[in-house]
């Protein structure tokens, strides 16, 4: 059974950081996507990033490029996302998620496994 728990989410002032983890088991996720999504109050889940777990190729949000990085420890078979310069619009559930194909894809519904969601509060 695919299991994907986040951590590390929690309250920061505006320009700070957090650092995000998704652990994953239950596959082997070599040949996967990985991503990040996030949603708001009232606003559907969007994208944040993704990674190739083989090739660890990534692919990110215009809203997060140059601030967030997604990265992954294959030994660990955990994904991060370093969270950097954090704005008050960056408030939100975090989620992280799994493909089973390498096929990049920024919509939800390509993914297959979700986690449970890590709650992010940046504050002004």
């Known amino acids: 059974q695919v299991r994907l728990v986040e951590s590390g989410g929690g309250l920061v002032q505006a320009g700070g950081s957090l650092r995000l983890a998704c652990a994953a088991s239950g596959r082997t996720f070599s040949n996967s996507v990985m991503g990040w999504f996030r949603q708001a109050p009232g606003k559907e889940r969007e994208f944040v990033a993704a990674?190739?777990?083989?090739?660890?190729?990534?692919y990110s949000a215009d809203s997060v490029k140059g601030r967030f990085t997604i990265s992954r420890d294959d030994a660990k078979n955990t994904m991060y996302l370093q969270m950097n310069s954090l704005k008050p619009e960056d408030t939100a559930i975090y989620y992280c998620a799994a493909r089973r194909t390498l096929s990049w894809a920024t919509a939800a519904t390509a993914y297959d496994y979700w986690g449970q969601g890590t709650q992010v509060t940046v504050s002004s």
């Open positions: 990674i190739s777990w083989s090739y660890g190729s990534t």
